[in-house]
């Protein structure tokens, strides 16, 4: 019997490359739990940072960067969120095929209507603030449905033989997560115009759409932590506008929220920011489920 082995040479090389993942590479773990849902079996996909890490700062750790090195496609904030350790890692990647720009770089900031886009000139003196606008856009879970659908857009661009799959299941999350939209949304009808502190300027996109009003902040500035005085006045705002809730991303130091939450009786809550920001904050829809859960109980 003979054996033909070019053939056997085809198929041993379609095994091993034809069938491999793209790989991803995100910055939010977020954007990593979407692109899993979306991509499914086709993808490998891993986070930069954990979800109890302060995204502006991230240390350049080697690994990181042997992440980046063999990614296919990038998925990325933007506005500068990642800009204090991103490009560095980028370079050391010495991987062509995610440079910032190019077709498998997703910046996330572009698909979403942004809040806070500063109309004047920005210096350091007014702290760690993004003028293009505020990062923290993954807080409004519509946004979740925007990001979904891009990707699925540039898997499908990278492996057009799975394009309609992937399209398939970013309608597919769309909808699950539009579902609980509305439920959320229900939930949380009774806290419109509730006044809140935070601790930095995260949750903007989130009260925005859940209707909480912000009323002060525990930094001063964004990324300048608070003086004591600062914490005073903070306090007697708090009194006057009669806060009710208080709240805090898990990687922040809690002593100066709880003291304003003190001051004032209001409800100190730590609450996930991101994809495993806690142990129940499992994906990006748990995040949402934790966050309205934990609002709606204190509140009744």
Known sequence: MKVNFNFLIFILIFNVYGQAKIKVVTTLPSFADITSIVGGEEVEVSALIKGTQDPHFVDPKPDLILKLNRA???????????????????????????????????????????????????????????????????????????????????????????????????????????????????????????????????????????????????????????????????????????VKFVLIEPYYPKGNAEDVARFVGATFLQLPTEVQGSSDATTYINVFDEIVHKLAAKKM
Do not use: C
């Not at 809040?115 to 519509?142: C, W, Y």
């Not at 979904?148 to 970013?170: C, P, Q, V, Y």
């Open 72 to 242: 296919d496609f990038l998925i990325r904030a933007g506005l500068g969120l990642e800009d204090g350790w991103l490009p560095p890692l980028l370079t050391g990647a010495r991987n062509g095929k995610i440079q910032t720009g190019g077709e498998r770089d997703l910046d996330a900031s572009t698909l979403v209507v942004l809040k806070e886009i500063s109309k004047t000139a920005i210096n350091r003196g007014q702290g760690d603030v993004h003028p293009g606008g505020n990062p923290h856009f993954m807080l409004d879970p519509r946004n979740g449905i925007l990001v979904a659908k891009a990707i699925a857009e540039r898997l499908g661009k990278i492996d057009t033989s799975k394009a309609s799959i992937f399209k398939t299941r970013a309608e597919s999350f769309s909808q699950d997560l539009t579902k609980k939209i509305i439920t959320w949304e229900k939930t949380l009808a009774n806290l419109k115009n509730l006044p809140i502190i935070t601790y930095h300027r995260s949750w903007i996109y989130f009260s925005d759409w859940a209707g909480l009003n912000e009323v002060g902040y525990v930094e001063p500035k964004p990324g300048v932590p608070p003086a004591p005085d600062h914490i005073v006045k903070l306090s007697q705002l708090a009194r006057e506008k009669k």
